[in-house]
């Protein structure tokens, strides 16, 4: 459904993607994440035609994104990253427009989403809270039922319980068969919400992997409790396992799948008091390719 | 064009226009009662005692003692001029660059309407309102005239009057408006959307002022304009033609930079 060839679009500035590849297949949510910066939302706007590639080719439905915008906007819903309503609007004014402009006749898509986000759409939107404004996004890309939607952080400036109500709208939707790319900085929402998972980095795509499948074949980490620190410590490193935290009393070990049974065998060479297993979320997934430390 | 989108900008700009029309209402009706047929040549033998080349350069040059002519001098020399140039700046600039700075603009591209589409109704908006404008005040000049003085003003010279100056501040809005297509910044919209058409301004008083600088009125749209000659009955249609066609080609270079442009929404 969203298919992008080697796009590549670069500012004045050097920053932008280089040579990005990607597709979402027809009723896929996808999560795309990355540190700010690294080229989220200059993936989106090539993908509504906001800006013309360098090189490279993104289309979706078959259709191209430059050329053929006005087509693709029928059926796209989308949220951007930092929300500007036009000025001097009312809440409901808004939608009203931008039921107008698309040609909606019916609104009961819109109804069910006023109600579900507790929206209230009466006033002068500038004088909303960036939460509420977030909700009008919401309410904005969702009611004409399109088949795809692009959001760019569609949570930012949610409380806990409308973010989660976010996440059951996603959910539903993608029982409907929409497909969804998403940027997010929550990988709770990601984790639950989506299927695959694209992490970006300076402006190239470094991941691309199923939500479950990458985070079994991450590295696992285990807490471990021995009896004797400096020996066992010794014995861990000399096996050439990556050592993380060490307490006083605990060496914090990084392993992945093919190591395990080195790993208790190296292990049974000393007493061990306590082991635990790190569950591993997303996130540190994350960090690992984002954190200072990470490779 | 879009209706929806016309509509809408309508509903926010619409008192901008009425500012405006309600600013030079006062004006042309302050004018036009005092407008005195025995005293013109009074008034006129004060001014020659003013140094001429200060009349000159602020429009104020021919001796004018009928209705139209006074009208034309004083009122259509500057007044009609600077004030919907002010109008145009602020407009041209509200409707493209000001949306797309502050992002909002990205709302309406995520309709089912091409950038073509949304650009030529921001365009139309702005030229049609400058139609409004004039057309209200010819209205307002002949019922005001006509109460006052009946039979006194020219209407046909008087409408030839404002179909001109009507061409003149679409070209500024046209100018405004275009740089407004090209910058994605406020910033830069403004300094030049309003910059040129200033410049144009100045050129064209400072060209009057002095006869060694006179061929500054040349590069200046305003340097063709002459209130005066077109009270006076000469043809103009060859001005009106040149103003009509840089109107049309701003207006087709301003779609089409939009149209190809980045946009950072």
């Excluded at chain 2, 501040?169 to 406020?186: D, G, W, Y």
Aim: hydrophobic share 45%.
């Amino acid at each position: 459904m969203i298919d992008v060839n080697g796009l590549t679009l670069k500012y004045p500035s050097g920053k932008g993607i280089f040579d990005v590849n990607f597709k979402v297949n027809n009723g896929e949510v996808v999560g795309y994440l990355g540190p700010n910066g690294a080229g989220k939302t200059t993936t989106i706007r090539a993908l509504l035609g906001f800006m013309r590639p360098d090189s490279g080719k993104c289309s979706i439905g078959g259709l191209d994104c430059t050329e053929d915008a006005p087509q693709i906007q029928k059926t796209l819903g989308y949220i951007p990253g930092e929300i500007t309503f036009l000025d001097g609007m009312n809440g409901d004014e808004f939608l009203k427009f931008m039921c107008d402009m698309r040609g909606t006749r019916d609104f009961t898509r819109q109804k069910q989403l006023i109600e579900m986000f507790e929206l209230e759409t009466k006033g002068n939107i500038k004088k909303f809270s960036k939460g509420m404004k977030q909700k009008i996004g919401i309410v904005t890309a969702f009611m004409h039922n399109p088949d795809v939607l692009l959001l760019d952080e569609p949570t930012s400036g949610l409380d806990p319980l409308m973010q989660n109500r976010f996440v059951e709208l996603i959910l539903e939707e993608k029982k409907k068969g929409k497909t969804i790319l998403m940027s997010s900085h929550m990988f709770e929402e990601v984790e639950r919400a989506c299927d695959n998972v694209l992490i970006i980095k300076d402006g190239k795509i470094v991941v691309q992997s199923d939500v479950i499948e990458l985070k079994n074949s991450q590295r696992k980490g285990f807490i471990i409790k021995p009896a004797d620190m400096t020996s066992s410590s010794n014995i861990l490193q000399n096996a050439g396992f990556e050592i993380g935290t060490v307490t006083k009393d605990s060496i914090e070990i990084f392993i992945t799948g093919e190591k395990t049974d080195l790993f208790i065998k190296t292990a049974a060479q000393f007493k061990v008091l306590n082991l635990e297993i790190k569950a591993q979320s997303l996130e540190d997934i994350f960090m690992q390719f984002y954190g200072k430390e990470g490779k | 064009m879009s209706s929806t989108l016309f509509k809408t900008t309508l509903k926010k700009n619409w008192t901008l226009l009425l500012i405006f029309f309600g600013v030079l209402t006062m004006y042309m009706t302050i004018m036009i009662s005092m407008y005195d047929p025995e005293d013109m040549e009074a008034l006129m033998s004060m001014f020659k005692l003013l140094p001429p080349d200060l009349m000159k350069a602020l429009g104020f040059s021919s001796l004018a003692t009928d209705l139209t002519a006074y009208l034309a001098s004083w009122l259509y020399g500057l007044l009609m001029i600077a004030f919907p140039m002010i109008y145009s700046i602020i407009l041209g600039n509200k409707l493209v660059a000001k949306m797309v700075d502050n992002g909002s603009f990205a709302y309406l591209l995520s309709t089912p309407n091409s950038r073509v589409k949304i650009i030529t109704t921001q365009g139309l908006y702005a030229l049609s309102t400058v139609l409004v404008l004039f057309s209200a005040l010819f209205g307002l000049g002949v019922t005001v005239c006509g109460a006052m003085f009946p039979g006194a003003l020219d209407i046909t010279a008087f409408f030839r009057l404002n179909l001109t100056t009507m061409l003149v501040n679409m070209v500024v809005m046209m100018i405004s408006f275009f740089f407004s297509c090209l910058f994605n910044e406020t910033k830069m919209s403004l300094s030049f959307g309003a910059g040129i058409p200033i410049m144009f301004l100045l050129m064209n008083i400072l060209g009057g002022a002095s006869t060694n600088i006179e061929f500054l009125k040349k590069f200046s749209i305003y340097g063709i304009y002459d209130p005066i000659k077109l009270v006076h009955g000469s043809e103009v249609w060859g001005v009106n033609l040149f103003y009509i066609g840089i109107i049309v080609a701003l207006f087709i270079a301003s779609v089409f930079i939009f149209k190809k442009k980045r946009l950072p929404l």
